[in-house]
Structure formats: C-alpha cells, structure tokens
C-alpha cells in the first residue's frame, strides 16, 4: 500500500529527488527553497526563474530488470507504472472490506474510523517499506554467502548481480531461497525430490516462471528439471 511517488524539481539543478517517502521530499524541498533564498541574497536581486516544486508523481515510465536469458545475460526493458489507478485500485479494494458494514448502515463514526486505520496502515507500509530497502546491502551479504555454500564457482558473479535485484523486486528476494533449496536438492537428490520441494513452496504463476528461470540459470541440471516438470 501507499505506492506514492514523490519528485522535488528546481530551476538550478532539475531533478533534485525522486523517491517514495513525502518526509524525505519535504526535507529536500525545504533545503532548496533555502538555496534558492540565500543564491538571492548573495545576487542582491532576482533572476525571475527561481523555483522549487515538490509534485506527486502519477506515472511513472522507466527502464528495469525483466529477466535473465539463456545465455546468463541480465535483460532490460521498459515499464511504466500508473500510480494514481494502482492507489484509487488499493483504496477501493480496502473500502470493500472494511467498510460495507459503514456504508450499509450510514455510520459515519465507523466510517470515519476505517478511514483513520487506512491512514495509519499507509503510514506503517511506507515505514516497513523504508526498512526492507535499508536492509538490501546487509541481506545481499547473506544472500551472496549462501549462494557460495550452494552453487558453482562458475555461478558466483551472476548470483552476486541478481540477488540485490531479487531483494528490490515484488517477492522481496523469496525466490532466492526457493531457489538454492531447489539447486541443493538438485546437487545430491532427484528430480521427484526437487519437485516435491517446488509444490511445498506454493508459488503463484508468475513466481513459478521466475523460479523456474533462475533455476535453469543456477543448476547445471536446471534445464534438464524443468523439462521434468513440463
């Protein structure tokens, strides 16, 4: 929840900030209305473009990871997000289940308390948010340790390169698990094995393609397991 994204702009250096948390947008907006305070006072008369926006992004076009290919590459490409449909779509989904009851009734106290929890529940998301990204550099040293206990030497960069990128993405880095206890079960079992470990971790359709993937790219036996699977 709380998929907003905040820019701060000026006309001295353009794009001063780009980022999900209005505290920190703030702080930086703050900061550059003083520069442009002071640049004034130090000039002794205005140039006439002086400005600072703080703006509330509501699309959002840009290129990142989609997957890895056959060959090990890390492959690119663009995306685009719509931040203001994916909010009023969240906001809508949480009215539904927590306030019928309000609407049905007419209760306005009870629906003005709904209200007050979907505020703190965005505030604790954008809090919990902040936290899972400060802790991507100390996992990805876990996560590159276990990689070493599990994979081939010849695996170890590759690993290195997608582990901060999996920690960043929507599982939060769960297939990195899934996917080194698979490679595991591969090293020293079986195929029927592998796969009973695969059906415990109860993956959606798109976290299967990604595991299978990373799979086929960590397991020298990967290519050979999914085509069991298939």
């Not at 948390?21 to 000039?43: G, H, I, R």
């Not at 609407?103 to 703190?120: C, G, P």
């Amino acid at each position: 929840m709380n998929k907003c994204k905040w820019i701060v702009w000026d006309n001295e250096n353009g794009d001063e900030i780009i980022t999900d948390n209005y505290e920190e947008a703030l702080e930086v907006y703050e900061k550059c209305k003083d520069f442009q305070e002071s640049l004034m006072l130090d000039n002794g008369e205005f140039t006439t473009e002086e400005r600072v926006i703080l703006a509330e992004i509501k699309k959002d076009f840009y290129s990142g990871f989609s997957h890895i290919d056959d060959e090990g590459q890390e492959i690119w490409d663009f995306k685009e997000r719509d931040l203001e449909e994916e909010n009023i779509s969240e906001f809508a989904d949480y009215l539904i289940e927590n306030a019928s009851c309000a609407f049905e009734h007419k209760d306005r106290e009870l629906l003005e308390k709904v209200l007050r929890n979907y505020n703190k529940v965005k505030y604790d998301s954008k809090r919990e948010k902040e936290k899972q990204i400060n802790s991507i550099p100390e996992k990805s040293r876990i996560w590159m340790k276990k990689g070493r206990e599990v994979l081939d030497k010849s695996k170890w960069e590759l690993w290195d390169r997608i582990v901060p990128i999996r920690l960043n993405d929507l599982y939060q880095g769960m297939e990195l698990k899934c996917c080194l206890d698979i490679v595991e079960i591969l090293n020293k079992g079986t195929f029927e094995d592998a796969k009973k470990e695969l059906e415990t971790q109860k993956h959606t359709e798109m976290s299967f393609e990604l595991i299978c993937s990373m799979i086929k790219d960590f397991s020298p036996k990967g290519e050979e397991f999914i085509d069991y699977l298939r």
